[in-house]
């Protein structure tokens, strides 16, 4: 069963704590992504990975940073956490190069910082 | 990545089959045509996606003007389960580009 699966899926955080978002998928994809979600934004892009420690910068990085130690697992990191930064966070997967159509997304991380 | 137009709500009857537009008036030559639908509290799933013609799979039928200014999600005897946001997003050929999603269609689907 192909499965994109997001840890943890609420989150409450204090400003200025540190936070870790966990992601793993079981098909073997090369390619992953972090997106965040606000009301009345759509989905924004945060990182691209496209395999083991090869991330790039998506659309709105600040404040973020991204770890890809194994082809299977992508994290996302808040050193720091403010509160403009609650949000609900998405992990999600592909293939790469012409079968890179289809992104498999995981169910969310609900993250709250007081 | 070009921007794309959807009616923001539609209501439709379990059993119908359900149309929703989509306006891309910009698109470029290179540029996929992507539907996906996201339900509360839960990522966002692919539907289909095209280029030039027409499409179809298990999910939906994908109708794309021969212009390809305009294309139309067509969802055959909907459920209760197809009550969601469907989103529209154009997508360049290029290997790693991203998904740009905007605010989408929430269709709501009465027994």
């Known amino acids: 069963d192909m499965k994109v699966t997001q840890m943890p899926r609420y989150l409450i955080k204090r400003m200025g704590e540190n936070v870790l978002l966990e992601c793993g998928q079981d098909?073997?994809?090369?390619?992953m992504y972090w997106y965040r979600q606000d009301p009345g934004l759509g989905l924004q892009l945060i990182y691209i990975?496209?395999?083991?420690?090869?991330?790039s910068e998506g659309d709105i990085p600040k404040g973020y940073r991204v770890s890809r130690k194994k082809r299977e697992h992508f994290s996302l990191i808040l050193d720091s956490a403010k509160t403009n930064q609650t949000s609900v966070y998405f992990c999600?997967?592909?293939?790469?190069?012409?079968?890179?159509?289809?992104?498999?997304f995981g169910p969310g991380t609900r993250l709250t910082v007081l | 990545d070009a921007k794309t137009t959807q009616p923001d709500s539609m209501e439709s009857t379990e059993g119908e089959t359900v149309h929703l537009p989509c306006s891309h008036a910009?698109?470029?030559?290179?540029?996929?045509i992507y539907w996906y639908r996201q339900v509360p509290l839960q990522g966002p799933e692919y539907v289909t996606h095209?280029?030039?013609q027409n499409t179809t799979n298990s999910m939906a039928f994908l109708a794309i003007a021969s212009d390809r200014k305009s294309s139309t999600l067509i969802l055959p005897h909907v459920s209760l389960r197809d009550a969601a946001v469907y989103h529209c997003?154009?997508?360049?050929?290029?290997?790693?580009?991203?998904?740009?999603f905007g605010q989408g269609t929430s269709l709501s689907v009465v027994p």
């Open positions: 910009t698109i470029s030559g290179n540029e996929y």
């Open positions: 999600a997967s592909s293939l790469s190069g012409p079968f890179s159509y289809e992104q498999y």
């Open positions: 095209g280029l030039q």
């Open positions: 990975s496209y395999d083991v420690d090869s991330n």
């Open positions: 997003i154009l997508r360049a050929s290029s290997s790693f580009s991203k998904l740009v």
């Open positions: 098909m073997s994809h090369e390619t």
